[in-house]
């Protein structure tokens, strides 16, 4: 018997993982279940992830991508005079109000690594991607600040099934993210100094 070429396989794999996981959660997940769900053979699970870390690694990283891409793709941090709590505030919004299941699954996957060890670096790698997007715009501390609250907010409106409030969140980061000083020039009065 020849083997059929496949070459989308792997990728199908993953998806079916992210639903898996997305239904019963993290420990619903098996070879077997997501070969079921992908409409495989069992062999190619383990052929393509010798172990469930493996596969949950690559599911994580596909989902971790979702947030950052959003600030990303936003291109409002890319414009110098925006209101960086603003619009941090309004694509979390978006981020929330969008497919909350794949939002609630992102946290599933990014809290496995409590328990997985193997998990640790690419649940980093989420922080990372937001924090470099925020650094663009702020320094390196307050973009970690501007991350670890963003997450909690998040994290917060996951657990209790609150609703998110814009303003508030605004108003946080607000107090994280130091105003833009006027370039001079720009016709914004200089600072006063006392003689």
Known sequence: MTRRYDPERRQRIIDAAI????????????HRT???????????????FASLDELLIAALRQTNESFAAAVRESGALADPGCDIAGELARITGEWLAGDRTGVALEYELYLAALRRPALRPVAGEWCAALGDEVTRRTDPDTA??????????????????????????????????PSPRPSPGTGSPAPRRDR
């Not at 639903?19 to 098996?30: E, Q």
């Not at 992908?38 to 393509?48: E, F, N, W």
């Not at 609250?149 to 607000?174: F, K, P, Q």
């Open 144 to 177: 970690r600040a501007v991350v670890a609250l963003l997450d909690g907010i998040c994290l917060h409106v996951l657990l209790t099934d609150a609703v998110y409030d814009v303003e508030n969140t605004r108003a946080m980061l607000t107090r994280l993210i």
């Open 34 to 48: 997501v070969a079921a769900e992908a409409d495989v053979p069992l062999g190619s699970t383990t052929y393509h």
């Open 19 to 30: 639903r898996v996981v997305g239904r019963g959660g993290i420990a619903g997940l098996s």
